[in-house]
């Protein structure tokens, strides 16, 4: 994605600040009865403590005492070893943010460059739908026709494996399952165009997160900021513990192994969401941020890269992946 679909999606969201309203009457009728049903799922998972994704120190009946966090922080090794790929690949930026959600280190390497954030904006879009959903569960039955595609006018090298059908109509849940686990653009237009944007303010609001990048194809975020979108949903401190979950469910899931995934070992569970940014005749941009479950021992990672070719971008990513998983495998 590159600015262009910010700027096509600027006008979707203006949009939504109408398209929301017409569909409340459609969410509201539905509203008690799915409310009930979802009360009930609740308390079932609260009581069997069935929680894979989510920070297991919020299930007071799971947790016993408090996890043991790592003692050691590889900053320094680590910020060395990306000033080298920097150099090798003559990259014009790498960014990474780390954080042990064990309570341990955190810390930043490049934190205050500024990247655009493309495809990463899919994440909050996604749990600001699961936030309406809390309060009308039936929103995610709603189906939406898909009438024709939009032509974002850009040529995405991670393209999803599979695409909306022209006439077809899909629920608004199945549309955010295919934004997320295929990154699919024409499902984000569908989406963005019936979201109140008073949502997602609100949602940037309490991250502190500057809400510019919804309305202005030129704002961008930096690797510290769009890590708490993560963060969040970890702590399940936006979302409720249910729905984060369903939401990590579905990163967990994400359909792109060639960067962050790819620097861990592959049977280890990571819930992640790449973007890309750029073209072949300009600067090109690739990301990848999530959480990488190593056993009693969840880790936050999120790499950023700026350079001119693609595949440097991506193996940059991978290495850096790699370097952080085995420092993390040392300690334990």
């Known amino acids: ?20 309203y017409v569909l409340r009457d459609v ?9 009930a049903e ?6 079932q998972v609260r009581q069997m403590g069935q929680y894979t994704y989510t920070n297991p120190l919020l299930e007071c009946e799971v947790a016993e005492g408090t996890l043991d966090a790592r003692k050691e922080n590889f900053h320094d090794a ?3 070893y990306v000033r080298q790929l920097k150099i090798e690949r003559k990259l014009s930026d790498v960014a990474v943010y780390f954080r042990d ?18 495809s ?18 039936s929103i995610l039955g709603v189906e939406i026709r898909f009438e024709k595609p939009v032509d974002f006018d850009i040529t995405p090298t991670i393209l999803p494996r599979e695409s909306l059908v022209v006439g077809e109509s899909y629920t608004v849940d199945d549309l955010v399952r295919r934004m997320i686990v295929y990154s699919d653009n024409q499902a ?19 991250l ?14 930096t690797v510290k900021e769009y890590a708490g979108f993560f963060r969040i949903l970890f702590n399940s401190s936006y979302l409720s513990r249910n729905f984060s979950e369903k939401a990590l469910a579905l990163l967990a899931k994400t359909d792109y192994a060639d960067a962050l995934p790819a620097g861990v070992p592959s049977d280890m569970m990571i819930a992640h969401k790449f973007g890309e940014a750029g073209t072949e005749d300009a600067e090109r941009q690739l990301h990848d941020c999530g959480i990488v479950y190593f056993p009693d021992h969840p880790y936050l990672a999120c790499i950023m890269t700026r350079g001119s070719k693609a595949e440097d971008l991506k193996d940059t990513i991978v290495d850096v992946s790699k370097f952080i998983y085995e420092k993390i495998d040392e300690q334990y």
């Not at 979802?38 to 308390?43: C, H, L």
């Not at 959600?101 to 493309?118: D, H, Q, W």
């Not at 990463?120 to 569960?137: D, T």
């Open 1 to 20: 994605m590159n600015a262009k679909i910010f700027t096509a999606l600027a006008a979707l969201f203006g949009v939504g600040l109408i398209g929301g």
């Open 27 to 35: 969410w509201d009728a539905r509203q008690t009865t799915a409310t």
């Open 38 to 43: 979802m009360d009930s799922t609740s308390r």
């Open 78 to 80: 680590l910020e060395k």
């Open 101 to 118: 959600l064990n309570n341990g280190p955190t810390f930043g390497i490049g934190e205050r460059g500024e990247f655009f954030p493309a």
């Open 120 to 137: 990463l904006l899919k994440v909050p879009i996604m749990m600001a739908y699961y936030h309406l959903a809390e309060q009308n569960p």
């Open 188 to 206: 984000l237009s569908l989406l963005s165009a019936r979201l109140p944007l008073a949502v997602l303010q609100d949602l940037f609001a309490m």
């Open 208 to 221: 502190d997160v500057g809400g510019d990048v919804l309305a202005d194809s030129e704002a961008k975020l």
